[in-house]
């Protein structure tokens, strides 16, 4: 599967910016997803995840509250809607898919991995 993240932006603090990920094929369905991100000169961290069906998330601590996944099979697209941002949010986010249809709270659990996009928060 291919997947193509977009959204990204500059946004001040206390914003909102919605980020998408597009996937190819036909079995967007049966993929469990998940949002990473990663700041300059930091290691990739976990965001958030969900099931295939979208019945089932989780997030980062850091994120809890403010961030909200989502998943729209129809149209092989997942999202990452992001309010209260703060300049600690600022990094590239990338989406990956697993093969398997529950989360992943790892970079080890996915198998593909889109090519991200960044998100800049000023304060």
């Known amino acids: 599967v291919q997947l193509q993240a977009f959204g990204g932006g500059l946004v001040q603090a206390g914003g909102s910016l919605r980020l998408s990920c597009a996937a190819s094929?036909?079995?967007?369905?049966?993929?469990?997803m998940g949002w990473f991100r990663q700041a300059s000169g930091k290691e990739r961290e976990f965001v958030a995840t969900?099931?295939?069906?979208?019945?089932?998330?989780h997030y980062a601590d850091s994120v809890k509250g403010r961030f909200t996944i989502s998943r729209d099979n129809a149209k092989n697209t997942v999202y990452l809607q992001m309010n209260s941002l703060k300049p600690e949010d600022t990094a590239v986010y990338l989406c990956a898919a697993r093969g398997d249809y529950g989360l992943g709270y790892t970079t080890q659990k996915y198998d593909y991995w889109g090519q991200g996009t960044l998100v800049t928060v000023s304060s």
């Open positions: 094929g036909r079995t967007f369905s049966s993929y469990g």
């Open positions: 969900i099931n295939w069906s979208g019945g089932s998330t």
